[in-house]
C-alpha cells in the first residue's frame, strides 16, 4: 500500500456522462498530481494542486476539471465523456511544492466509457 | 522538440540473465531523470532519480546509471519477480513541475 488512495477502482459509465474520481494523498503529503495512463498515449500529465491551489497544467481537456480541498484530498472531474476517455487515472502525491524527489503513485482509477 | 523514449519495448531474460534496459532523452536543461517500476493494474512505484550525468544508483538487482543523452537501468541476475514494466521519466527546465514518461519496457523474466 502506497498511502496513496484513489477511488473508485473500476468505473463503467456511458458516452456523454460526467464521473468523479476520488484522491487522498499520503499523509503530510501537499501536492497531489493527476495522470492518464491509455494504451496508445502512456503516462501523460494532466493537472498539480499544492495546498489547495493548482499550480500546474498539462495536457488536460476543457471537459476536464480538478480541485483540491482543505483536507488536501482531490477530485477529477471528467465530464461529457467520449470513448477515448477510456484509460487509467492516477494519482499521485509529494510532500512539496516541487517533484525533484519524486512522487508515489496510487493504484488508479480504471475508467471505461461505453 | 522534446523526447523521451526508451528501448527495448519488451525483453523476456531467462532468471539469472543480466541485461539493460535503455531510456533516451532530447530535452533542454534536465533536472531529473526518475526511474519507476510498474505492475500490471497498479500504480508506478518509484525506484531512482538521478541528476547529472555520471550519477549512478544501486538498489539490490538494479542499477541506474545517466549520460547526458541517455540513462541505463541494468539488472543483475534477475528473478521472475523483476517482471514488471520499467517507465523512465524526465523533468526538465520547461515542465515545470510535472514529469515527461517514457513509454516503457515490458520485461518478462521466467523462472
Known amino acids: 500500500d502506497s498511502g496513496v488512495t484513489q477511488t473508485p477502482k473500476h468505473l463503467i459509465t456511458a458516452t456523454g456522462q460526467r464521473v468523479t474520481l476520488r484522491c487522498s494523498p499520503r499523509s503530510g503529503d501537499l501536492s497531489v498530481y493527476w495522470y492518464q495512463q491509455s494504451l496508445d498515449q502512456g503516462l501523460q500529465f494532466l493537472i498539480q494542486y499544492y495546498n489547495g491551489e493548482e499550480r500546474a497544467k498539462g495536457n488536460i481537456l476543457e471537459r476536464f476539471s480538478a480541485q483540491q480541498f482543505p483536507d488536501l484530498h482531490s477530485e477529477l472531474n471528467l465530464s461529457s465523456l467520449e470513448l477515448g476517455d477510456s484509460a487509467l487515472y492516477f494519482c499521485?502525491?509529494?510532500?512539496?511544492?516541487?517533484?525533484?524527489?519524486?512522487?508515489?503513485f496510487g493504484s488508479g482509477t480504471r475508467l471505461t466509457v461505453v | 522538440e522534446d523526447q523521451v523514449t526508451q528501448s527495448p519495448e519488451a525483453l523476456r531474460l531467462q532468471e539469472g540473465e543480466s541485461s539493460s534496459l535503455n531510456c533516451s532523452y532530447t530535452?533542454?536543461?534536465?533536472?531529473?531523470l526518475f526511474w519507476y517500476r510498474q505492475d500490471p493494474g497498479k500504480g508506478p512505484e518509484f525506484l531512482f532519480t538521478?541528476?547529472?550525468a555520471g550519477e549512478e544508483k544501486e538498489k539490490e538487482r538494479l542499477k541506474a546509471t545517466l549520460t547526458k543523452k541517455e540513462s541505463f537501468l541494468h539488472i543483475t541476475a534477475p528473478k521472475p519477480e523483476d517482471s514488471a514494466t520499467y517507465l523512465c521519466a524526465v523533468q526538465a527546465r520547461n515542465y515545470g513541475q510535472n514529469f515527461v514518461f517514457g513509454p516503457g519496457t515490458r520485461l518478462s523474466v521466467l523462472p
Open positions: 499521485a502525491s509529494s510532500p512539496w511544492e516541487t517533484a525533484n524527489y519524486g512522487y508515489t
Open positions: 538521478l541528476y547529472s
Open positions: 530535452v533542454s536543461g534536465l533536472r531529473g
